[in-house]
């Protein structure tokens, strides 16, 4: 038999698996040896106050109450063929974005702190009366395809600006000078990261055939300076680069010793 036919074989009993006991009928060590065998994906978005996905992983007991208090059917929990771990929640915004519900029901309904309301508090302190604050979800980033954006080629379309919630805030239409023609502005669409919740309304509503402008997880769209990098200005890092160079120094060795120890090996 072959790896592929071997796979589908696979696919296809464990697919049965679940049909015949369901995802909560499976007892804990049948569960564990699934889930041990499957690596959450990095593309999947979570529902709105995920914690960050290892943990979400590892907190999510697969209860489905997220998913069945959607009142939009917006999350759905992953199969075998998602390429994620196994009852998890997540959305695909291309087919149902999250609606931004402002008391969002998915939240408080968690038994086990994998969606905390904690990450979810009103930005600003003067909102006593709200506990959580949906404007303040950070379930992904928006990014936008220049290429393939109409926007970006001259042809007036402003359908993702339109549809964010944040309009102004998380999506901003900048004029530009169209030098093509010489006579047309460009209204081109920007995302400001620190106010887009990743909801994916603006790529549910894109209007090209592939979305031009799509969610991916925030530590996917987010860049990373590197630990090699060291910001003078800032202390915490100059103490980082101090105590860089006393590990340097507690592991070289002075040309002397390296001689010393080469001609050790020679005797021996």
Sequence with gaps: MGDNQLNASRRDALKTMFRGAGV???GGMAWGGVVDGLKASELALRPPGALAEKSFIKACVRCGSCVEACPYDALILATVDDHTAIGTPFFVPRETPCYMCTDVPCVPICPSGALDSELLKPSDPTEVSKEMDINTARMGVAVIDEEACLAFWGIQCDACYRACPLMGKAITLDFRRNDRTGKHALLEPHINRTACTGCGLCEHACVTEKPAVFVLPKELAS?????????????RDEKRLHELKEEQKKGSQSAEDYLNDLEDLIDE
């Design 24 to 26: 909560l009928g499976l």
């Design 223 to 235: 860049g990373k300076v590197g630990n090699h990098y060291i910001k003078g200005w800032d202390k």
